[in-house]
């Protein structure tokens, strides 16, 4: 069975940056596509981000811009750079594939944008 471990939320000020990783018990970043995820209480969780097996990257519209997802294949790790961060992404982040999240769901790591 599949983990995924997320890491490298924190409380971080507007504008700030963050860098997740999300890493995978066993090598399945190479096999297809994964994507970032956020949540927040009380309402449905959302793709953010994703990358192909090739590198191919697609963004929700409101991080165009600001956030990068890349993955590291020989390391099992996906990351996701944030940059100048709002509050309005303050949320759990996970990863999982895309755009099936067939996975089992990870803890999350949270982020939160505050002043």
């Known amino acids: 069975q599949v983990r995924l471990m997320e890491s490298g939320g924190g409380l971080v000020q507007p504008g700030g940056s963050l860098r997740l990783s999300c890493v995978a018990s066993?090598?399945?970043?190479?096999?297809?596509?994964m994507g970032w995820y956020r949540q927040v209480p009380g309402k449905l969780r959302k793709w953010v981000a994703s990358i192909t097996s090739s590198g191919g990257t697609n963004y929700e519209d409101s991080v165009k811009g600001r956030f990068t997802i890349s993955r590291d294949n020989t390391k099992n790790t996906l990351y996701l750079q944030m940059n100048s961060l709002e509050p309005d992404d303050t949320a759990v982040y996970f990863c999982?594939?895309?755009?099936?999240?067939?996975?089992?769901w990870g803890q999350g790591t949270q982020v939160t944008v505050s002043s």
């Open positions: 999982n594939a895309f755009p099936i999240a067939h996975y089992s």
């Open positions: 066993g090598n399945i970043f190479s096999s297809g596509a």
